[in-house]
């Protein structure tokens, strides 16, 4: 059956690197994969056009495709839009919520041929290869109540940190499930010295372990965590942990590698269907230029491949492509020795796509 998928560009460097994905998903195509793409505006692009970042239309076409592939949402130019509902990146997090797409996983991986890319020592890195997986529709971010409201003379802010036994247990099997295909460990990160969310959180993977002996599963703190990750992590396969704490803990671990503009990753609902993005942002300092990494981008199209398409061959293709290029030593500005000649967006597009 010929599969759905959706491309929004979005704003900033959204538009030039997803037009190199998609000339990658073309290629698929042209090797037999059933599918048929279209484009949508979503953020600051759909907000232009049609005064909201998320318009029906967008909503409608994101529902009926079985894979979405984001560029970036938002820019300094929408900063200034009161209605925070109209900012773009409520387009984003509306997408998320009308999908439910409850999983994110984002990989932390240090290329070899990147590995001196790192701030850190390169032996601390070299090799990394994480698997963070973060619930993204619950916790404190949704919680309610949640407000700031007057009590006792003063003004008080306050959010509600809930999770119930089922939001976690659909996480906690993801999880499982990718620790149980990759390296067969599994930590999952709480607070619960501190929070009764999550002592059942630790209960309720606990409870899923037997289902999964093949999966070593240990917990940590989050500061525990943080400090883990920062000083050895390698020791890491798959971690699994909630919104707020796998914000954190997968924007740390994405600079540990060194290269934002190689990480790709993916949100997941109960159906397989996904939406793909880049970790990084619209990067609106470089947007225009021609000069952003459209790799991440690139890699989002293999995690499609993975997760909501079942065709793990092509997607091991794009990444191999892609460690052929790096091979052959080619480098956007960003992950550019210095002093090196670096190539432009639509270059290394080229260069995978000879590859692939
Ligand atoms: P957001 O709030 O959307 O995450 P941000 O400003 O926090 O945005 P980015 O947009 O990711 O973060 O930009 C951070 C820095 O990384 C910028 O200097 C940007 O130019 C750079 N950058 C981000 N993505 C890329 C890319 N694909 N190629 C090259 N440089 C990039
Ligand atoms: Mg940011």
């Given at each position: 059956m010929t599969q759905k998928i959706l491309v929004l560009p979005g704003d900033g460097i959204g538009p030039e690197i997803t037009a190199q994905a998609s000339r990658i998903l073309a290629a698929c195509q042209a090797r037999g994969l059933d599918i048929e793409v279209e484009e949508g505006l979503l953020g600051?692009?759909?907000?232009?056009?049609h005064g909201e970042p998320l318009p029906a239309e967008t909503l409608e076409k994101a529902k009926a495709a079985r894979g979405i592939l984001l560029g970036a949402v938002g820019g300094p130019q929408w900063d200034k839009?009161?209605?925070?509902?109209?900012?773009?990146?409520?387009?984003?997090?509306?997408v998320r919520k009308q999908l439910g797409?409850?999983?994110?996983?984002?990989?932390?991986?240090?290329?070899?041929?990147?590995?001196?890319?790192?701030?850190?020592?390169?032996?601390?890195?070299?090799?990394?290869?994480?698997?963070?997986?973060?619930?993204?529709?619950?916790?404190?971010y949704f919680g309610q109540p949640r407000g700031i409201e007057e009590r006792n003379g003063e003004r008080v802010g306050f959010n509600t940190y809930v999770y119930s036994e089922s939001e976690i247990e659909r996480i906690g099997r993801v999880a499982f499930e990718m620790a149980h295909k990759r390296g067969k460990k599994l930590c999952?990160?709480?607070?619960?010295n501190v929070l009764e969310v999550t002592i059942l959180w630790r209960e309720?993977?606990?409870?899923?372990?037997?289902?999964?002996?093949?999966?070593?599963?240990?917990?940590?703190?989050?500061?525990?965590?943080?400090?883990?990750?920062?000083?050895?992590?390698?020791?890491?396969?798959?971690v699994v942990t909630g919104n707020m704490f796998g914000d954190i803990l997968s924007?740390?671990?994405?600079?540990?590698?060194?290269?934002?503009?190689?990480?790709?990753?993916?949100?997941?609902?109960?159906?397989?269907?996904?939406?793909?993005?880049?970790?990084?942002g619209s990067a609106p300092d470089i947007?225009?230029?021609?000069?952003?990494?459209?790799?991440?981008?690139?890699?989002?199209?293999?995690?499609?491949?993975?997760?909501?398409l079942d065709e793990p061959a092509l997607a091991s293709r794009i990444e191999a492509a892609v460690g052929t290029v790096l091979d052959g030593g080619l480098r956007t500005a960003d992950i550019a020795l210095e002093g090196t000649r670096s190539v432009s967006t639509a270059e290394m597009g080229d260069a995978v796509l000879a590859a692939f």
């Open positions: 600051g692009a759909a907000y232009e056009v839009i009161e209605d925070l509902s109209k900012r773009p990146e409520k387009g984003l997090l509306g797409l409850f999983a994110n996983l984002r990989p932390a991986i240090t290329y070899p041929q990147l590995a001196s890319a790192s701030s850190l020592k390169p032996e601390l890195v070299a090799g990394l290869d994480i698997m963070i997986v973060r619930e993204l529709t619950g916790g404190i999952s990160v709480d607070k619960a309720v993977m606990e409870r899923l372990a037997p289902e999964y002996p093949d999966v070593e599963l240990s917990h940590l703190y989050v500061d525990n965590a943080a400090m883990q990750l920062v000083r050895a992590p390698k020791q890491f396969d798959v924007d740390a671990a994405a600079m540990l590698t060194g290269s934002i503009g190689m990480l790709p990753s993916a949100s997941l609902n109960e159906s397989g269907q996904g939406m793909y993005e880049p970790c990084h947007a225009g230029q021609g000069i952003a990494n459209p790799l991440a981008t690139i890699l989002s199209v293999a995690m499609m491949l993975r997760y909501s």
